[in-house]
């Protein structure tokens, strides 16, 4: 018997994850929040980590994507693309309340996806 994985692309999950803040945000921190999470996706899309996955043959576990959350603030927004200040400060609030919604999530890991480099 053989399970079956179902693949979910970052950007399916960040899109639930938009819709569970639902309405909750403003129009504008909606962009705001749409802007960081998109640039993220970039970010983990660069490091193989394109989709998440269900099932037995995954590469990664999540906590991993949650140790990127760190990297991608402290490194690639400071140092690698230099971003403004208010912006790395609404990253810090997104990645906060992202890293609480993934950790409630019954994702169990994450999984290289091919389609993801395509």
């Not at 962009?31 to 999470?37: I, P």
């Not at 402290?74 to 950790?103: C, K, N, P």
């Amino acid at each position: 018997m053989t399970d079956t994985l179902k693949i979910i692309t970052v950007h399916d999950a960040f899109e639930d994850f938009l819709k569970a803040k639902g309405d909750g945000l403003t129009r504008r921190a909606l962009r705001n929040y749409r802007e960081v999470l998109d640039l993220f996706a970039e970010f983990l899309d660069e490091r193989g980590l394109g989709s998440f996955s269900r099932g037995p043959s995954s590469a990664a576990h999540i906590e991993e994507i949650l140790d990127l959350v760190d990297e991608f603030n402290e490194e690639y927004l400071v140092g690698t693309i230099q971003a403004e200040r208010d912006f790395i400060r609404t990253a810090g609030l997104v990645s906060r309340d992202l890293s609480r919604w993934l950790r409630n999530r019954s994702i169990p890991s994450v999984a290289i996806s091919a389609a993801a480099h395509a």
